[in-house]
């Protein structure tokens, strides 16, 4: 008797794993297949959502292709589909909802490219197959046809299922060609790595090497895109490394790839690089639930400014003085080009400067100020900060990584015990702005200010002040302030 070929078993379980999937959504699939063969067209589950299917991840969204063109299609889902949008009906989708499943319906297409935009001219087509082969990868290229009855039927005509299982992410024509008719495929390839722990076809790499620079025909809120699912991934570090070895980084992040510092046998130093990656897995272990896209960046990130403060020390030694106050305005600089909004830039470039402040508090040396300073400084970020600060200890030497961690502990402890006495989160002036007119006859104006930000580091120094003190010391700061300009 002869035994099943091990591929063969893995397809057949995966494929059977798919069918019991979508037969969970034959309240869905079948009328949607019902209703597009009663007006005499086809219908296929495709793409991303097939592979999904395959992989037992499949989501609420659903991707399908069809040969009715958008207005049949808005008039097939009519009465049917709870809402529905047209917003992308200039290229060919109907998008619909039903219950918590979000559809989208595209009339096949057979697109043609001008090599200067990602943009494609749409052009309808009118098979199944000239579809799938259009699409960035074999795996997003398999589809599942909709019967009437709500049965399934696999259709894979480029092999998808073949690469699959072989963890391999290839293209369905040249990859020069696909790259060439939309250069943001080059990065979604980084970014499948991450979410779905594949590797690159030896074709794909080598095409993607030779093309990186065709990156730059992207806008860059297409590529902040990428860049975000590629960092949410399940394997983050994979994506981010094969996006460093191809180029791609080079062209869209080049900060990453800069942490590569030579090490030479004189000026030892920790490989920036891995290093950086090790506080991003350690980051991502420390995360509460759901992935945490500002903990990532600033994970990968804090060490980018140690490049422009390399130094060269007597004795074999290797400094980066003030690296994380370069790092944060390199922070700065490269996500405001990658669009990303004014909170986003703020905390990532915040958690890298903040990142090295712990190492100032020694064995518990800092007063109860410093700790309120530090405290303040993080706001809403302390408790990211505190999985950063945690995460940026890769050190091989357990004894050392223990100490570290207990010391931190300490910290924390003290955090806890000064909240537990005075309002940390919100650490404000004893005396607000009507009080401080009021105490000093002035108005409205810039002293108020100063005198509040007098107040706060006051408050920040000493703890919670009774009205009394409060009032006494601003009267001396006052006075003695007026005695200077006289």
């Known amino acids: 008797m002869n035994a099943t070929p091990p591929d063969a078993e893995r397809r057949a379980r995966l494929l059977r794993g798919a069918h019991q999937t979508l037969g969970a959504l034959s309240d869905v699939l079948a009328p949607l297949g019902a209703r597009f063969a009663e007006a005499g067209h086809q219908l296929y589950l495709v793409g991303g959502s097939v592979r999904d299917a395959v992989l037992g991840r499949l989501g609420t969204d659903l991707d399908f292709t069809t040969d009715a063109r958008p207005e049949q299609v808005q008039e097939i889902l009519r009465g049917w589909a709870d809402n529905q949008w047209d917003t992308g009906i200039a290229f060919g989708t109907v998008s619909a909802s039903k219950g918590d499943d979000q559809l989208e319906f595209t009339t096949y297409r057979t697109d043609t490219y001008d090599g200067v935009t990602r943009h494609p001219e749409v052009q309808y087509g009118t098979t199944l197959d000239e579809d799938l082969v259009r699409r960035d990868f074999t795996v997003n290229a398999m589809a599942v046809r909709i019967d009437p009855d709500g049965t399934v039927e696999f259709v894979d005509p480029l092999g998808g299922i073949d690469a699959l299982l072989a963890g391999v992410l290839d293209t369905p024509v040249a990859p020069e060609i696909s790259f060439n008719d939309d250069p943001l495929r080059m990065l979604r390839a980084c970014r499948f790595v991450s979410q779905l722990g594949f590797t690159l076809a030896p074709r794909v790499r080598e095409a993607i090497v030779e093309m990186a620079g065709q990156i730059e025909r992207i806008t860059a809120e297409r590529v ?263």
């Open 224 to 486: 902040r895109a990428e860049l975000d699912k590629l960092i949410l991934g399940e394997y983050p570090i994979d994506g981010v490394n094969v996006m460093c070895e191809t180029g791609l980084a080079d062209r869209v992040i080049p900060e990453i790839p800069a942490m590569k510092l030579e090490i030479d046998e004189h000026h030892q130093h920790k490989d920036v690089y891995w290093h950086s990656l090790t506080v991003l897995r350690q980051a991502i272990d420390l995360e509460d639930g759901d992935p945490d896209l500002v903990l990532r960046w600033a994970a990968l990130l804090h060490d980018v400014g140690k490049p422009d403060t390399k130094r060269n020390e007597p004795g074999g030694g290797v400094s980066f003085h003030h690296h994380e106050v370069v790092g944060a305005k390199l922070v700065r600089k490269r996500m405001r080009a990658l669009k990303y909004s004014k909170q986003m830039v703020d905390d990532v470039s915040q958690l890298v400067f903040l990142h090295l402040r712990f190492h100032g508090y020694g064995k518990g040396q800092w007063t109860d100020s410093a700790v309120r300073r530090y405290v303040t400084d993080a706001g809403d970020l302390l408790p990211r900060l505190h999985k950063l600060v945690r995460a940026d200890c890769t050190t091989r030497n357990k004894r050392r990584a223990a100490a570290l961690q207990s010391t931190y502990d300490d910290l924390e402890a003290r955090i806890a015990r000064i909240a537990e006495q005075e309002d940390l989160a919100r650490v404000r002036p004893d005396l607000d702005g009507n009080a401080i007119m009021d105490l000093l006859g002035i108005p409205a104006g810039p002293q108020v200010g100063q005198a509040w930000r007098y107040l706060k580091e006051l408050r920040l120094d000493r703890g919670p002040l009774s009205r009394e003190e409060a009032e006494a010391e601003l009267l001396k700061w006052w006075g003695e302030g007026k005695q200077a300009q006289e």
